[in-house]
Structures are given as structure tokens and as C-alpha cells.
């Protein structure tokens, strides 16, 4: 670099002379002549002091191109390869990867929560960490933001690169932390000075291969060591790293292995070959051996786009594990007995439903390959793949695991921010007490959740073939658990945080399930403004903006919400609202089955039999024309105020959002939360999984809407029903219809079935929400 800058200066020097002479001979006078001196020599100055100063700033990288890409190794073994790769650029490590490096301080994060969240442990055991190619000891120093250094017994920092531990001890020297041990050694056979006086075997609590088992050539003997010393209870390994994958063999290996994971043929191609130069290894053999050896508990796959954005992206992932030998039974029994009669999920022919009158024939695989000398009894040696990522689960077993079929793939995102349903019209009837175990639809879960505050039932089973409302009511169920009333209000409440992310990954993740976690982590700006915008139905609620700032009322909107009286709310509706909202463009816009679908989540049966017993403009006129003058906004009927201003007050919103419901949800532990289990199936396929008189309460809104007259799916789902729930129990429903056709279904099977409301006229409301023409209850007697 003073090469180039000295160059630079005898330029400009060499120019300034050349002028000189030139406007000498040419008779300038001497002010002017000067003045153009003084200008070249200013430019020259100014070029050697932007070239000494860009030269310092890319110092770093221009080191780290040279040792990276142009310098020569001559090295045979690995420990010479990379002491030669590293020795050059060893202090300037930390400076060029950081962009290259992706999601290091995020799965320190996430590893930090999930510490704090595992079982109590053994007094008797240490917390000790071992970081394997933690090199420069950056990750430690990452780490003391999220989990402080000082609360380990012991950390052992593992490299094979000299230079690059140097480094490590230095700072750690500077920080002054002493419990930190260095140890150049082959990972392979890396040893803890401590074993020498005690069993290694289960003796380490957290491991970590941050960007290093890409780079262990015997990555088969390094996973079998950590899985030999890591804690079975306690233990927790954590891994980010580059990986390519292509089409994962079984169902089962794609679920484990998460959402984005399958990498295009060109980028598989390309970035083995690329990476291959440095001798890192990104073949799927390493990812798919440690996700064989551990079982998986979190899972991310993400694309680096530092370098250039949507053009160079190189896949990476983040995953947390524990050894499988951990106590699952609370979660086998929660999927297999609580969630319905269904065994194993170590298939996808595993999850087959077997009904009470069929029987499991043996499996015959011929003779023993071992026998025991002990008890003279045969026996096999049985390998099994391991099981689903809810298995080994931190938090409560609330969501099931599933395989994605295509049915999920056309739910990008969630239909329902908000549920829909009067919750308060449904405990007038429903009954509810601690024995009951209920089937309800999840939408967005406020209703669900309602009924747990309310009456604390045994067990609420929650089914939604949309993965993405499982997740909303899911991380709801987790922040109950993990966050303070203000920061969940702040989210479902307000719709907004601005510190969703960081609360995801160092609070809420370890209560998440995988599926559940990366949807959120790809979704992390959902909260950055009007969450109750986002989804399908947050198209309706931005139109609907759109339409009142157009008419000029988007002021008597607000006033509406926080009129002090319904005497007043109703006056706004008459004169302000009610000629914008009953319009002829407005009526054709919500008669459209285009829009009925992708804002509102009416499906085309649902809309047929709206118009099938009137218009749309009489069906609008009579859902929203009494409301006003019967429920005050403000205080209570919480349904309107949200889709009117976007969000929810603490005087006007769900059950659960108050802070006595919150209380109730979060107390003893989430004691009220354990009642939840979270289907993503049908109805019908969840009934079918569940035992005889195993229900005595289900909820299922107008879901039997979506249906065409006459459609032999609603008998069997009937049948189920009739089945599943006890003498006595009922289910209940809302129609768009005042009279539904399936009504006699339900007669024809047996039920009894009473209408416990139909809207008669414009002028008397069902409920707060008033949106349904009817609602039923069907009761089974015998």
C-alpha cells in the first residue's frame, strides 16, 4: 500500500512540474499559474491520504483474500494446513467473518434460552461447556451477552490451529475470565484434563461446532465422542454451519430436518466445489449423521446473502440436539395416548390411524441375529431412526408432531389474526368444568384460550388444517409462558414489538416447537408494525382503510371506537359509517368470491348460502346495523374496535389479553396451558384417532359451512363425533344460514339438535360479533 502511495505522490509531483512549465512558456501570470499549482498539489495530496486511509480500512480484508484465496498452503496434514491457512490472518479473524459467518450470535442465543429452560439438574453436576473450533474465542465472547461466561464451572475452547488460539487466550486473559481452559487438540480425541479423576460419560453439559464440523475430516468419530460425553437429561449440542441437501428420502428425514432445507442442484454443485479449495466439506453426510445421532430440537436453514443479495446465497443452518437416549415417555405418551391412538412416527406409514376394532399383525424378520448367554431369550439389535423434534422437545408437549403434505403447502401464511366467534354466547352454553375434554377449531386461538381461563377443562384439543394457525396459537401459548404481561400485551395487544426477534430467540424459542420456530424466525417482522394486518384477513382490515380515508370518515372511525355511550356510537354508525359500509361498491365488493375468500376466509359454499337465503347488502345491513346500538366498543365488545383501528385496548379485548386472564394462563407454571394439544389434520382424522366417549364438548364454529349440500365427508365426520363424544356431550356450531342443511344430518344420526339462535331482522344482535345467520347446538342422548 506505500508502494501505490508513493506511485501516486511522484505522479502528481511529475504533473504539477509539467504545468508549471507549460504555463510558463505560455506567459500566465503568476497569481493564476499558482492557483492551479496549488490545486494539482492538493489533488495529489488528497489522493495519497484516501488511498493510506482505504488502504487501512481494507486491511482486513485484503489479508483475508490473500490467505483465502491466493496464498499457497504446502501443507499435507491438517493441523500444518491450517497453522500455514491461518497464521497471516489469525488477528484480523474476527473482523472478516462476521458477514461470512451467519447465525453464530443467533444460535448462542437460542442455545442460552434453551440452558436455562432444561430440566433441573444433578446439584452434583458441573456446567460445563465445550467449544469445539471455537478458534479466536469470539463465540465465548458472544455468548457472555446472552448467558454469562461466569455461570459455567468450566469452559474448554478446542482448536488444532495455534495461531488462531493465540488469539483466544489473549482475550480471555484481557477479560479476566479464569475459568476458561484452551486446548489444542484433535477434535476427534479431544480430552478434559477432569477426566482423569471422574467418568467422562455424560460429563458435558452444552457442546458447540460453530462453522467446524464442515471442517473435521472425521466428523463420524467427533459425533460419537460428543454424543458419549454429552448429558442424556441435560445435555444440549448446538451446531451452525454451511450445508448443501438435496430431496430428503422419507417424509420423516424432511420434517426432522426443517422448512428451506432441500438446496437447487446448481447451488449444491457450485458451493461443494467452491468450498472444497479451502477443504471444508459441505456434502450432506455430516448434517444427516448428526440429525441421525441426536435427536433434533431446533432447526433452522437460512441463506447468507452478503455478498450479493438474491444472487449469492450460501445455505446454512442452525440446530440444537440432545442425545437420544433422554427420558421421552412424557412426550410418546402426550402424542400417542393424549393426542389420539396413533403409534410410532418414525414413518410416514407410522402415522396411520388404528381404530379399537383392529389389531397390529407381528412383524416376521426370521432368525436372531444375537442372542443373550444371560437369560437364553432371543433378541435383536434394533436401530431405529430417531424420532420427531417434538419428542425432544424442552417445553410443553401442546403441539403434535406432523408431516407436510401438500394440503399444508397452499397456507403460506395464516387466515385468522383473530378469532371470530363470541366466546362469552359460547360459555353460556357449553357448561365447562375441569373433567370436560373438549375439540375445538384453532383459527387464531383467542377463543380457545377463553375457554381455558374461564374453566380450566382436562383437555382441549385444538385442529386446523392450517399449519401457520397452529403456529400463531402456539406462540402465544409460549410467550404465556416465557414472557411479562406488558411485553405480550405489547404484541398480541398493541399488534407490535419492537424487540420481537430478540424475545423469539432468548425467551420464547425454548417453548416452540421446530416447525413452530422457524416460521417465525423467517415471519420476525410480523411485529414490527400492525400484526393484525398481516395474513389473509389483514387485507380486508387495510381495505377497509383504504375505503374510509377515501369517504373522509377515517376520523369518525376512531370516534366510534371511543364513543362514551352506544347512544353515541349508534348516532356515528347512522350518519357517518353506515352509508360508507352499505354502498353499492362496497355490497359488489363483498359479494365477490375473490375476495370473499383471499380477505374475508369465506369459502364459495359458505358465500352460496348467504345469497341462497337473501342479498348481500341484507346480510351486511343485518350483521351490522344492531351492534352499535347494543354493545358498547369501548368497553368490551372487542370484536369491531380491532378491525376498525388495528388493534386491541385494555378495556376492549379477548379474555386472555387481559391481565387477569394472562394471570390465570401463567399461574403455577401454565398449569391452565397444559390442557392443549395441537392438531394439523382434518377434523375428521383427529376424530378418528381418538377413542370412544373420549369428548364431552366440541366447538367447531361454521366449519360444516365449507361443505357442499349433500356431502358424504359431513356424514362421516358425524359418525365421528357420535362416536367419540359421551352420553350427554354436544357440539356446537354457527352458520351462515339460518337454517343449515346439515342439520339433518346430524338428526338422522341421532343427535338432538336444538337452535339455541337465529337472526330474525336488522335489529336485534346474536352475539358481539352477530357476523352468523344461526347458531346450533347437537346433543348425543344415548
Known amino acids: 500500500m506505500a508502494t501505490v502511495s508513493r506511485a501516486l505522490l511522484l505522479i502528481g509531483s511529475a504533473l504539477v512540474v509539467y504545468i508549471e512549465r507549460r504555463y510558463a512558456s505560455e506567459a500566465i501570470t503568476y497569481w493564476t499559474g499558482s492557483s492551479t499549482i496549488a490545486a494539482f498539489i492538493l489533488l495529489g495530496c488528497s489522493l495519497t491520504v484516501f488511498v493510506l486511509a482505504l488502504g487501512s480500512a ?52 437460542l442455545s442460552a434460552s434453551h440452558i436455562r429452560t432444561m430440566p433441573a439438574k444433578n446439584p452434583k453436576q458441573k456446567l460445563i461447556w465445550v467449544d469445539i473450533g471455537g478458534g479466536t474465542g469470539h463465540n465465548v465472547e458472544l455468548m457472555d451477552r446472552h448467558f454469562p461466561v461466569s455461570s459455567f464451572d468450566a469452559i474448554y475452547l478446542i482448536d488444532l490451529c495455534e495461531p488462531l488460539l493465540q488469539v483466544a487466550r489473549e482475550r480471555f486473559a484481557k477479560r479476566g475470565w479464569t475459568n476458561i481452559t484452551v486446548l489444542c487438540q484433535d477434535a476427534t480425541e479431544f480430552t478434559l484434563p477432569e477426566w482423569a479423576q471422574s467418568d467422562p460419560k455424560g460429563s458435558v453439559s452444552f457442546v458447540t461446532l460453530s462453522y467446524s464440523l464442515s471442517m473435521i475430516p472425521n466428523f463420524y468419530a467427533l459425533l460419537d465422542r460428543i454424543d458419549y460425553v454429552l448429558s442424556p437429561e441435560n445435555g444440549l449440542l448446538s451446531v451452525v454451519d454451511f450445508y448443501t441437501s438435496g430431496k430428503q428420502p422419507s417424509l420423516h428425514e424432511k420434517a426432522i430436518g426443517g422448512t428451506s432445507k432441500e438446496c437447487g442442484w446448481l447451488s449444491r454443485w457450485f458451493w461443494q466445489i467452491w468450498f472444497d479449495f479451502d477443504h471444508v466439506s459441505l456434502s450432506p453426510h455430516r448434517r444427516d449423521y448428526l440429525e441421525y445421532k441426536f435427536g433434533t430440537v431446533k432447526t433452522y436453514n437460512g441463506r447468507n446473502r452478503f455478498v450479493i443479495p438474491f444472487i449469492v446465497r450460501i445455505p446454512y443452518y442452525i440446530w440444537l440436539g440432545r442425545s437420544r437416549s433422554c427420558d421421552v415417555s412424557r412426550f410418546c405418551h402426550a402424542f400417542e395416548v393424549e393426542g389420539g391412538n396413533m403409534l410410532g412416527n418414525c414413518s410416514p406409514a407410522s402415522f396411520t390411524t388404528i381404530k379399537d376394532s383392529e389389531t397390529i399383525p407381528p412383524i416376521e424378520i426370521g432368525e436372531p441375529v444375537l442372542k443373550t448367554q444371560a437369560s437364553h431369550a432371543d433378541a435383536l439389535i434394533t436401530v431405529k431412526p430417531p424420532l420427531s423434534s417434538f419428542h425432544y422437545h424442552l417445553g410443553k408437549p401442546w403441539r403434535l408432531p406432523y408431516y407436510e403434505q401438500a394440503i399444508h403447502q397452499a397456507f403460506r401464511t395464516f387466515i385468522y389474526s383473530f378469532t371470530w366467534e363470541d366466546p362469552d354466547v359460547d360459555m353460556k352454553y357449553l357448561n365447562l368444568g375441569p373433567e370436560d375434554s373438549m375439540l375445538v377449531i384453532t383459527s387464531a386461538g383467542d377463543n380457545a384460550l377463553h375457554y381455558a381461563i374461564a374453566a380450566q377443562p382436562k383437555r382441549i ?322
Open 58 to 109: 481494507l486491511r482486513p480484508q485484503l489479508k483475508f483474500i490473500w490467505h483465502c484465496f491466493i496464498r499457497p498452503l504446502h501443507a499435507s496434514d491438517q493441523r500444518t494446513r491450517l497453522d500455514n491457512f491461518y497464521k497471516g490472518q489469525a488477528d484480523v479473524y474476527d473482523a472478516t467473518r462476521s458477514g461470512l459467518l451467519r447465525g453464530r450470535n443467533t444460535m448462542l442465543n
Open 461 to 782: 384439543h385444538c385442529v386446523d388444517m392450517n399449519p401457520c394457525q397452529g403456529h400463531l396459537l402456539e406462540l402465544k401459548l409460549a410467550a404465556v409462558q416465557a414472557l411479562e404481561y406488558e411485553d405480550f400485551f405489547s404484541m398480541f395487544g398493541d399488534g407490535h414489538h419492537p424487540k420481537f426477534r430478540a424475545l423469539l430467540d432468548s425467551k420464547i424459542a425454548p417453548f416452540l416447537s421446530s416447525i413452530a420456530y422457524q416460521f417465525w424466525h423467517i415471519n420476525d417482522n410480523a411485529f414490527s408494525k400492525a400484526f393484525y394486518l398481516k395474513g389473509y384477513s389483514g387485507w380486508a382490515l387495510r381495505l377497509a382503510r383504504v375505503i374510509f380515508s377515501i369517504a373522509g370518515v377515517s376520523k369518525d372511525v376512531e370516534a366510534l371506537c371511543n364513543a362514551g355511550s352506544v347512544t353515541r356510537q349508534d348516532q356515528i354508525w347512522r350518519e357517518k359509517l353506515k352509508p360508507v359500509l352499505l354502498n353499492p361498491v362496497v355490497i359488489a365488493l363483498l359479494k365477490s368470491p375473490i375476495f370473499c375468500w383471499n380477505a374475508l376466509g369465506v369459502p364459495l359454499n359458505q358465500r352460496r348460502m348467504v345469497l341462497d337465503e337473501g342479498s348481500m347488502y341484507e346480510f351486511v345491513r343485518d350483521t351490522l346495523n344492531p351492534l352499535p346500538s347494543t354493545y358498547s366498543f369501548k368497553d368490551g365488545a372487542y370484536f369491531y374496535p380491532l378491525t376498525l383501528l388495528g388493534h386491541y385496548t385494555p378495556s376492549s379485548c379477548p379474555e386472555y389479553l387481559t391481565r387477569s386472564g394472562f394471570q390465570a394462563l401463567k399461574a403455577n407454571n401454565g398449569e391452565a396451558t397444559n390442557a392443549f394439544r395441537l392438531h394439523t389434520d382434518s377434523i375428521y382424522n383427529v376424530l378418528r384417532g381418538l377413542t370412544s366417549w373420549s369428548l364431552t364438548r366440541a366447538v367447531i364454529m361454521d366449519h360444516l359451512d365449507w361443505f357442499s349440500p349433500g356431502s358424504k365427508d359431513v356424514d362421516d365426520e358425524v359418525d365421528q363425533f357420535y362416536r367419540v363424544l359421551s352420553p350427554g356431550g354436544f357440539v356446537l356450531w354457527r352458520s351462515a344460514a339460518r337454517k343449515p342443511w346439515y342439520c339433518d344430518v346430524f338428526e338422522r344420526k341421532g343427535f338432538t339438535v336444538t337452535a339455541l339462535g337465529i337472526r330474525k331482522g336488522p335489529e336485534v344482535p346474536l352475539d358481539r360479533v352477530n357476523m352468523y345467520a344461526s347458531f346450533w347446538r347437537a346433543v348425543k342422548m344415548t
